[in-house]
């Protein structure tokens, strides 16, 4: 056990543990702005955005998108992309589609809109392989494929917890590998999606709580700004996953897969009046943790840091999933994002970027949004 960092197979890891192993043999089963711009164009003509002239950051406060050499990221099954390719995909992830630090050729990421603008961007994770899982707050070391995760650090099952200690180190540990990054000059975005899993599992015994979730954010942010200088940190506010559920009724195999599979997120698919309560709960964390993150990104901004920036990217607070069509969810489990949603997750994130904080949307449209084109003076807006 000294190789878990001293964590225990306690009683919430025992039962995440039971699910995971439940939920891959039934699958198997069931699949035999105000911001400056010229024009915002569809994905497949970016490239016709006219190049952006050489510039040189004074502090993160000028930085622009091709100031960028570096995309990292923290979080868990929907950054590791687990079910993007549904059925067909069986229980890999397809981390080089994943929304936000995804470089495989064609994909719709933020990493990929960020290298039109600099075609040595570093980072991008590529390909696919088996899934690897968190169970809860226990994560099994060696699982990582660094050839194909790269500086993607999602775990799938992985819970606020586990960004502290094991994510980071294997970040901070390719980072400080990787000879193609200087790491004390080169520009950085990281991208932080995390809460899926604790929202999924409050409604057990022991549930982290908007406190826990703050100290834990903090202890990870902090991780960062002393180990790994001049970035700019996307923390992006968690959607209420609750609505999968409302959304998976309007589908006859998704009522079908989640009557079947309610361990993946027992806490929404619970049918009935306890169900309802349980959602009505689960929303309501939502909300204290992006509270907490609004918080925190204040807290960071009054200290007027010039080589790192905490950024509220907001853009889940209110996106209904319920309103979206069934294939935003893949057609492995009707509850990770699919494809089509990692696309449209991407090109939000990219236009929050690039839009200042008082304009910046708070909901994902379900019809989706053309991605936004910088101009020369279009900043990464940490404000």
């Known amino acids: 056990l000294n190789e878990y960092r001293g964590r225990s197979w306690d009683r919430r890891s025992c039962r995440m543990m039971m699910k995971v192993t439940t ?11 105000s911001a400056r711009i010229f024009h915002a164009l569809p994905f497949s003509d970016v490239s016709a955005c006219p190049p952006l002239p050489p510039h040189t950051p004074s502090s993160i406060n000028d930085l622009r998108p091709n100031d960028i050499k570096v995309v990292m990221s923290l979080g868990d099954s929907i950054t590791a992309a687990f079910g993007l ?10 981390r080089g589609q994943s929304w936000d630090i995804g470089a495989d050729n064609n994909a719709t990421t933020l990493y990929n809109y960020l290298k039109q603008f600099n075609p040595n961007l570093q980072g991008g994770s590529v390909g696919s392989h088996i899934v690897e899982l968190c169970y809860g707050a226990l994560c099994p070391p060696y699982q990582y494929h660094p ?19 094991h994510e980071f180190d294997y970040l901070l540990g390719q980072l400080k590998s990787n000879p193609k990054i200087d790491m004390k000059n080169d520009w950085k975005v990281l991208t932080i999606l995390i809460g899926a899993n604790d929202l999924c599992l409050s409604c057990e015994d022991k549930n982290i709580d908007a406190d826990e979730f703050e100290r834990n954010m903090r202890a990870t942010l902090e991780n960062v700004r002393t ?12 959607f209420n996953i609750s609505q999968v559920y409302t959304l998976s009724l309007t589908n006859s195999k998704c009522k079908f897969v989640h009557r079947t599979l309610p361990v993946e997120c027992d806490c929404a698919f619970t049918p009935g009046a306890k169900g309802d309560q349980q959602r009505v709960f689960m929303d309501t964390l939502a909300q204290q943790y992006n509270a907490r993150i609004r918080k925190i990104a204040s807290d960071y901004a009054s200290k007027n840091y010039t080589e790192f920036a905490v950024v509220d990217q907001p853009m889940g607070r209110d996106t209904k999933i ?16 699919s494809k089509v949603a990692h696309g449209m997750m991407a090109t939000a994130l990219w236009n929050s970027m690039l839009t200042p904080a008082s304009k910046k949307a708070t909901a994902i449209s379900p019809v989706g949004v053309a991605p936004l084109c910088p101009a020369e003076d279009t900043k990464l807006y940490v404000n």
């Not at 939920?23 to 702005?33: E, F, N, R």
């Not at 319920?322 to 994002?337: A, E, G």
């Open 322 to 337: 319920s309103t979206f069509p069934i294939d935003f969810l893949s057609t492995l489990d009707c509850f990770h994002p």
């Open 85 to 94: 390719e549904g059925e067909a995909g069986a229980l890999n992830e397809y």
């Open 23 to 33: 939920i891959a043999v039934l699958l198997l089963c069931v699949c035999s702005t």
């Open 227 to 238: 180990n790994i200088p001049r970035t700019f940190v996307n923390l992006v506010e968690m």
């Open 147 to 165: 050839a194909q995760d790269v500086l993607n650090g999602a775990q799938s099952g992985a819970t606020i917890t586990d960004l502290v200690t």
